[in-house]
C-alpha cells in the first residue's frame, strides 16, 4: 500500500472534527439540522484553513443516505466515496484550470438533469475567483435560481475578486487563521496516533512556521518524520526550518536587556552555522517584543500558550517600556532592509546594533562612563 500523507490520512470527515472554524461551523450545522439549507455556499480563507474540507463534509451532510444532518453515518456508499473522491454527483471543478466562457456552459449544462444517485448534484468550484468575467456573467442567472436538486459551494482565497452579483448571491463565510495553540495540539494527537514523541516547544515551532495553515503543519510534521528519527525535538526541527530554538531567540534578548553589545554578537556569531534564516529570527524578536510590552502592562495579557510566557515576566522586568518601542518600530523597518542586503546576517547584525546603540538607556550608560573614569574603573 502507497504512503498516504498526514494532510489527507488526517483530513476530518465530519464537523465534530474540525478545528477551529466555530463560527463557520454553529451556522452549518443549525442550517442543515433545521432544513434552512441555502443553494449557494462561499468558503473564504488562506490555504489549508479547512475551505475543501468542509465543502465535503458538507456534500456528505445533504447525500448521506440517512438523511440530511449535521451528523453523516460515514458508512453508507454516499459517505464513503464522497471521501474517497468519486462520488458521481459531486462535481468539483478546479476553477484555475477551467476559466473559459466555454468550459462554464459545458458545466451548466448538465445542471438542469437530475442526480444519477444522490439526494442533491452538488458543485464544488475551487479557486472561483479565477474565472472569467464572461464565466460569471454566464453562471449568474443558474446562481440566482438554480433547480432545487443543486447546490453550489464555491472556494475561494481571494474573495475580493468576485463580483458583487455573484457574492449577492451566496452565504458567505470567513475562515480564519488558526492560532499556533489551536495547531500544537492537533500536532500532539496526530503524532501521538502515528507513534511519534514530540514534545511541546517543537510542536510550536511547526505550528508557527505554519502560518495559521492546518495543511501546511501536517507537511512540516511529514517532512519531520522523515527528518526526525527518533523524536521530535526543538533542536531538530529547529534545524530542519532553519529557525532559531526558543532559547536562542531568549539568550539574544537577555543580552539586549542587560545593553551587553558584545555578549549580543557572541551569540549571533555561535548559530551561524545552522544556517538560521536570519528573517524569522527577526520575526521571532518582534513576536517576543510584544509580549514583552503585554507584560509590562499586564501579565494576564500574555499568552501562556506560548513556549516562552515566563522568560518574557522575568525580561518584563529588565526592559524599559520605550526600549520596547524603539526596538519594535526599527526591527519593523528592518525587516525590509534586511531583504535587500547581500548578506543578510550583516544586515541583521547591524539592526540589533542600532537597536542597542540607539536605546536612551544605553546612551545614558555610556555618557556615565564617559564623565565619570571611576565607573569605567569599576567596570573593567
Known amino acids: 500500500m502507497s504512503y498516504k500523507v498526514l494532510a489527507r490520512k488526517w483530513r476530518p470527515t465530519k464537523f465534530s472534527e474540525v478545528v477551529g472554524q466555530e463560527h463557520v461551523l454553529r451556522s452549518l450545522i443549525s442550517a442543515l439540522d433545521n432544513d434552512r439549507i441555502h443553494h449557494a455556499y462561499l468558503l473564504a480563507g488562506t490555504r489549508g484553513v479547512g475551505k475543501t474540507t468542509l465543502a465535503r463534509i458538507l456534500a456528505r451532510c445533504l447525500n448521506c443516505e440517512l438523511g440530511v444532518g449535521s451528523e453523516p453515518c ?6 464513503t466515496e464522497i471521501e474517497e473522491g468519486r462520488f458521481v454527483d459531486l462535481i468539483e471543478v478546479d476553477a484555475a484550470s477551467r476559466t473559459k466562457v466555454e468550459d462554464t456552459r459545458d458545466l451548466l449544462d448538465n445542471v438542469q438533469y437530475l442526480p444519477a444517485r444522490a439526494r442533491f ?14 464565466s460569471f456573467n454566464a453562471l449568474l ?30 452565504l458567505q463565510f470567513n475562515l480564519k487563521n488558526l492560532a499556533p495553540a489551536e495547531i500544537t495540539e492537533y500536532l500532539a494527537e496526530v503524532l501521538e496516533q ?12 511547526l505550528a508557527t512556521a505554519a502560518n495559521g495553515s492546518m495543511r501546511d503543519a501536517l507537511t512540516l510534521a511529514d517532512q519531520g518524520i522523515s527528518h526526525c528519527t527518533d523524536k521530535f525535538t526543538e533542536e531538530n526541527i529547529s534545524e530542519m526550518l532553519g529557525v532559531p530554538t526558543s532559547q536562542q531567540v531568549v539568550v539574544l534578548l537577555r543580552a539586549m536587556a542587560t545593553r551587553d553589545v558584545k555578549e549580543a554578537l557572541l551569540v549571533i556569531q555561535k548559530i551561524e552555522d545552522k544556517a538560521v534564516d536570519y528573517i524569522n529570527y527577526l520575526d521571532n524578536l518582534l513576536a517576543a517584543f510584544h509580549q514583552i510590552m503585554l507584560a509590562q502592562v499586564d501579565v494576564e495579557f500574555i499568552n501562556e ?16 517600556a520605550e526600549d520596547i518601542q524603539l526596538y519594535y518600530q526599527l526591527g519593523l523597518k528592518g525587516r525590509n ?3 535587500l542586503a547581500s548578506v543578510v546576517r550583516s ?10 546603540l540607539f536605546s536612551p538607556a544605553y546612551s545614558e550608560s555610556s555618557e556615565t562612563l564617559i564623565t565619570d573614569p571611576d565607573a569605567q574603573k569599576k567596570k573593567t
Open 141 to 170: 442567472k443558474t446562481l440566482e435560481e438554480p433547480p432545487a436538486h443543486v447546490k453550489f459551494i464555491f472556494a475561494t482565497t481571494d474573495p475580493q475578486k468576485l463580483p458583487v452579483t455573484i457574492l449577492s448571491r451566496c
Open 74 to 79: 460515514g458508512q453508507c456508499s454516499a459517505c
Open 347 to 356: 544586515a541583521f547584525e547591524m539592526l540589533i546594533l542600532r537597536m542597542m
Open 305 to 320: 500558550h506560548g513556549v516562552n510566557a515566563a522568560e518574557f515576566k522575568q525580561l518584563a522586568k529588565l526592559f524599559s
Open 337 to 339: 532592509e534586511m531583504s
Open 121 to 134: 448534484k452538488v458543485y464544488l468550484i475551487d479557486e472561483v475567483h479565477m474565472l472569467s468575467t464572461h
Open 194 to 205: 502515528e507513534g511519534v514523541e514530540s514534545d511541546k516547544k517543537a510542536l510550536w515551532q
